[in-house]
């Protein structure tokens, strides 16, 4: 794929296989963004990308990466610097939820976690913000969630934290350069994400507590999230940086779920 010219925007998803990614990835696209889209694996996110290209040619691409290793980022990077002259949008959507709680988590889930929810995000806008600062220009969109706030299983929910403590920090440090770095907070929503390791009578039950406990009465769907996404990607939301955005219909209200 030959480099793109700077008369089109260009975003990068990561995550980009999951339901929200895919929501993400159709979304900036129909926005006519060229899309980048990162995964770990080619199951879902290669009939994505062929479909984004079979509804314009040439306009997006799919980068495998497990990024748990930051050698694996890394590559990436080179990978992206040898095919693309900008980069103007990084959506840090990939997500580890290996679920314990603070009496019986694994030092070695916990370090995996960090690594793709927290670590990689963290290195990604390292290394892409060189093609922000050089464009004085950019947007980071960092999807968290609504349990941030509200607790949840201890590892995930500190990771979510961390996350936003990024966004505040980085949206300080790269203000001078125009870039505005914001998160998203979705609710709970179906999605193999959220359905592993449950079955669908526990699942049904958590839904089924969060919409009681949720104002407007229904669970998120990624396409909510992917609309947030493409109106911070946009030159609307250019005054606007270190959000967390809740996208849970007022979900952020209530504490967390219960079981």
Sequence with gaps: MPNKSSSTQIALVTGAGGEIGQALCRRLHKDGFQIIAVDISAKVAQGLVDELNHAREDSADLILADLGNHHAIEDLIEEIQSKYTQVDVLVNNAALNLRGSILDFQVEDWDKMFAVNLRAPALLSQK????????????????????????????YVSCKAGLVGLTRSMARELAPYNVTVNAIAPGILPSAFTLDGRDMDEFNKIAANAIQDTPIKRLTTPEDVANTAAFLASEDSSFITAEVIHVCGGGQLAPFGRK
């Design 128 to 155: 892409l913000s060189k093609y922000f600062i050089q464009q004085n220009s950019g947007r980071i969109i960092n999807i968290v969630s609504r349990c941030w706030v509200a607790g949840g299983p201890p590892a």
